[in-house]
């Protein structure tokens, strides 16, 4: 999807933006590299927040059961109307299972 991006949280962008590069929209980075992603639909870039120029960062932190379902997600920040999205794509969200639950932090960016 264009304008969507997925990083490794902090770590990546970070050493990025030091550096000057242009870091292009990625469909699969894990931000966590301990679980291996099944499913990970990106989210929708609502329609009014394009038309309003709106972007962002929506930064959650997640929890991944056992059975690789995410069991609860918490949104550390994001705009209103971007969160909605994320959420929504979280749900469908799949890890391969694992003999524990695993914590990571995901960004998501929006750009118009």
């Known amino acids: 999807m264009r ?9 990546v962008a970070a050493s990025a933006a030091m550096m000057g590069i242009l870091l292009l929209p990625a469909t699969a980075v894990q931000a966590q590299e301990k679980r291996k992603i099944i499913a990970n639909p990106e989210p ?13 960062v929506v930064k959650v932190q997640v929890v991944i059961g056992t059975d690789g379902t995410i069991k609860d997600a918490k949104i ?3 705009h ?3 969160v909605e999205s994320v959420k ?22 929006f750009h118009p």
């Not at 929504?88 to 960016?109: C, G, H, M, Q």
């Open 80 to 82: 209103p109307m971007l």
């Open 88 to 109: 929504d794509a979280l749900k469908r969200w799949k890890y391969a299972p694992s003999n524990s639950e695993t914590v990571t932090i995901l960004e998501f960016a």
């Open 76 to 78: 550390i920040g994001g």
């Open 44 to 56: 929708v870039y609502p329609e009014i927040a394009k038309v309003a120029g709106l972007r962002g």
């Open 3 to 11: 304008g969507f991006r997925l990083w490794k949280a902090g770590k």
